[in-house]
């Protein structure tokens, strides 16, 4: 199913190619929990920025892995590169415009991320 989804403000739209019933990763790590980011993570192919290339601004901390990407407009935080699969990319549920079917929620201890990290690795990978 391909998903429409924005930021909120509109400067930054995309599509992404997802399950009906989608499996979303609630992470309870510093940025995730204080952003109120529920992600879904796909194949970089499964996704296209559609407008607001010149609206995107980026935050990396740390290992500067993870590309954080939010709208320099409205700051709204609708997809990133996640350091758990830099080879993908990470939507957040909550700034798709397309409602699924249905979200199950698994729940993600990204307070431990190192020890955990592994369990994420196989999202970016295509069937």
């Known amino acids: 199913?391909?998903?429409?989804?924005?930021?909120?403000?509109?400067?930054?739209?995309?599509?992404?190619?997802?399950?009906?019933?989608?499996?979303?990763?609630?992470?309870?790590?510093?940025?995730?929990?204080?952003?109120?980011?529920?992600?879904?993570?796909?194949?970089?192919?499964?996704?296209?920025?559609?407008?607001?290339?010149?609206?995107?601004?980026?935050?990396?901390?740390?290992?500067?892995?993870?590309?954080?990407?939010?709208?320099?407009?409205?700051?709204i935080k609708p997809f990133y590169t996640p350091r758990s699969n830099p080879d993908g990319v990470d939507v957040n549920v909550h700034c798709l415009d397309t409602e699924p079917s249905s979200v199950r929620i698994t729940e993600f201890d990204g307070r431990n991320w190192e020890k955990n990290a592994h369990t994420l690795a196989h999202k970016s990978r295509s069937p």
């Open 1 to 75: 199913m391909i998903y429409q989804g924005s930021c909120h403000c509109k400067a930054i739209t995309f599509e992404v190619e997802a399950p009906e019933h989608i499996e979303a990763d609630y992470c309870n790590c510093s940025i995730c929990s204080k952003s109120g980011y529920l992600h879904l993570i796909v194949p970089l192919k499964k996704f296209r920025l559609l407008t607001g290339k010149d609206a995107i601004a980026t935050y990396s901390y740390g290992s500067g892995i993870a590309q954080h990407t939010f709208c320099r407009v409205c700051g």
